[in-house]
């Protein structure tokens, strides 16, 4: 079946703007999870849902960071006023439950 | 805060030799250990994974080995192949949202 996508894989961002990432995680599956992954560096959790309900954002870096998954399906990490320490790659990951999390490709976003 | 340790950051093998990555965390309550292998540009693919109610699991050249008295763990990779050759990453998550936190890669160059 069809694995977790993410869109765009690339985005350029002037300093200061604002970003918006999709991910779509695998059918079916409750728990979704983004992560940041700076270069040469494994993933860093930033927040998990479970359904529609954010139940965890401690690892959101700033209040400039926010995400939602208003149907319990798709979910979107938007970033307001970008600075370039926010380039890095957004990794997306769904599990069925609380079980083995399947990532999907990730966005690669470059802060100019 | 949580952690996890992983050693080496880099290691060569020659093709057909045993590669062994060492990872050690810090919360106690940590149950659920997977390794993830990342090809240059690509999403993070699950290779196996530990529960801590098991010491050990293996995978045709895959095996992972848990000592939960001593917060370590280690992916032992036999019979390397250059296509091995990827960074891998080691993993700890607990019971209920499996939040996963990362050690921070190993490079694997399997020399032909």
């Known amino acids: 079946g069809a694995g977790v996508s993410q869109s765009p894989r690339y985005k350029v961002a002037k300093r200061g703007q604002d970003v918006a990432l999709r991910c779509d995680p695998i059918?079916?599956?409750?728990?979704l999870f983004w992560y940041q992954q700076a270069l040469g560096q494994g993933p860093e959790f930033l927040t998990y849902?479970?359904?529609?309900?954010?139940?965890?954002k401690s690892g959101l870096p700033s209040d400039r960071f926010f995400a939602e998954r208003p149907e319990g399906s798709v979910s979107t990490l938007k970033i307001q006023r970008t600075q370039q320490e926010d380039s890095a790659v957004y990794l997306c990951?769904?599990?069925?439950?609380?079980?083995?999390?399947?990532f999907g490709p990730g966005t690669r976003l470059t802060v100019l | 805060g949580e952690n996890v340790e992983q050693h080496p950051s880099t290691l060569s093998v020659q093709e057909g030799d045993s590669a062994v990555i060492k990872c050690t965390y810090s919360?106690?309550?940590?149950?659920?250990f997977p390794w993830y292998k990342q090809e240059l540009g690509k999403r993070p693919q699950l290779i196996i994974d530990?529960?801590?109610?098991?010491g050990e699991k293996k995978d045709q050249r895959i095996a992972v080995t848990l000592n939960k008295t001593a917060k370590h763990f280690s992916l032992h990779i036999t019979e390397t192949q250059p296509e091995d050759s990827a960074v891998y990453f080691c993993?700890?998550?607990?019971?209920?949202?499996?939040?996963?936190?990362f050690g921070t890669g190993t490079r694997l160059k399997v020399l032909a």
């Open positions: 990951a769904s599990s069925l439950g609380a079980d083995t999390q399947y």
């Open positions: 059918s079916g599956h409750v728990s």
């Open positions: 849902f479970q359904n529609e309900a954010q139940l965890d």
């Open positions: 919360d106690s309550a940590s149950n659920y």
């Open positions: 530990i529960r801590s109610n098991v």
């Open positions: 993993a700890s998550g607990k019971g209920g949202t499996y939040k996963y936190i």
